[in-house]
């Protein structure tokens, strides 16, 4: 894998067990990178690895919760008992909730979202900050749903709005280390967190998304690697939007 862009380069994906995750951890992979594959479910992490290590990529996988002090600590020290140490975090794992109006959210749901898609975002960030090389760089998984709202989403989007704020407060904090830290904000991608069926193939050549928002895992780890690269040296604090125009005009207007 001589001169490729992650030559040499160790990096960490949560949520890599299936849907962005694995799409970012094959092609990180592919790219040279040895990458540590961290998810909640441990066989979809181990599969993860088997299809990196089929292709000829290094991969060690590792069955963590976001929400837990002790599993992100975890993560971050199997980069380092396997690999060395680390250069970079797709900090991608979160979870959806079941689509209800705000006044059915009850206290315990709001508060498992937020445990998982921002205080375990929230602890992986400070641990990239603290471990990442210089150099290095870190990408949050958070939502289109972070930039607006979403009625049938309230502690969701309340979530990834929060995962946009922690994002640009401690971008200042990453730059005086030689680090960056940025968000991605996927609008409707074809994963099994959605319901929705997902390819385990890598394809050639991207084929363009459905106008109405239809993208694929793949769509969303490119736009991650970038951010994850030095060709984003420039980029740090944002949050780019990757919803196939999803949230760029009024829908169609029937009957008009």
Same mark, same amino acid.
């Given at each position: 894998?001589?001169?490729?862009? =992650? ?14 995750? !694995?799409?970012?951890?094959? !092609?990180?992979?592919?790219?040279? &990178? ?11 992490? %181990? ?13 060690? *996988? ?19 008992? &396997? ?18 109006? =705000? ?7 709001? $508060? ?6 921002? !205080?375990?975002? =929230?602890?992986?960030?400070? +641990?990239? +900050? ?11 998984? &958070? ?27 401690? *971008?200042?904090? =990453? *730059?005086?280390?030689?680090? !960056? ?18 390819? $385990? *193939?890598?394809?050639?050549? +991207?084929?363009?998304? $459905? ?16 951010? +994850?690269?030095?060709? %984003? ?9 990757? $919803?196939? &125009? ?11």
């Amino acid at each position: 894998m001589s001169g490729t862009p =992650f030559e040499g380069k160790v990096a960490l994906v949560t949520g890599g067990g299936s849907g962005i995750g !694995r799409a970012a951890s094959r !092609r990180l992979a592919a790219e040279g &990178a040895a990458v540590v594959v961290a998810d909640l479910n441990g066989e979809g992490a %181990a599969a993860t690895v088997a299809l990196v290590e089929q292709a000829g990529g290094r991969a060690v *996988a590792v069955t963590a919760d976001i929400s837990s002090e002790a599993d992100n600590a975890a993560m971050y020290d199997a980069a380092a008992e &396997a690999f060395g140490g680390i250069d970079l975090a797709f900090l991608n794992a979160g979870m959806l909730q079941p689509y209800i109006p =705000f006044d059915q959210v009850t206290t315990a749901l709001f $508060d498992k979202i937020i445990s998982v898609n921002l !205080r375990g975002s =929230f602890l992986g960030m400070q +641990l990239a +900050l603290a471990r990442l090389r210089p150099g290095g760089a870190c990408v949050v998984t &958070a939502s289109a749903a972070g930039l607006i709202g979403f009625s049938e989403a309230a502690a969701y989007a309340t979530s990834k709005h929060g995962l946009v704020g922690l994002v640009r407060s401690a *971008a200042r904090a =990453f *730059a005086a280390k030689g680090l !960056r830290v940025n968000a991605i904000c996927p609008g409707m991608v074809l994963t099994p967190m959605n319901g929705l069926q997902q390819d $385990d *193939a890598i394809a050639d050549e +991207l084929t363009d998304p $459905d106008y109405r928002g239809g993208l694929s895992a793949q769509h969303i780890a490119e736009v991650a690697l970038f951010l +994850l690269s030095r060709r %984003a040296a420039g980029v740090n604090g944002q949050a780019q939007l990757v $919803d196939a &125009a999803l949230l760029s005009s009024f829908p169609p207007l029937e009957g008009l």
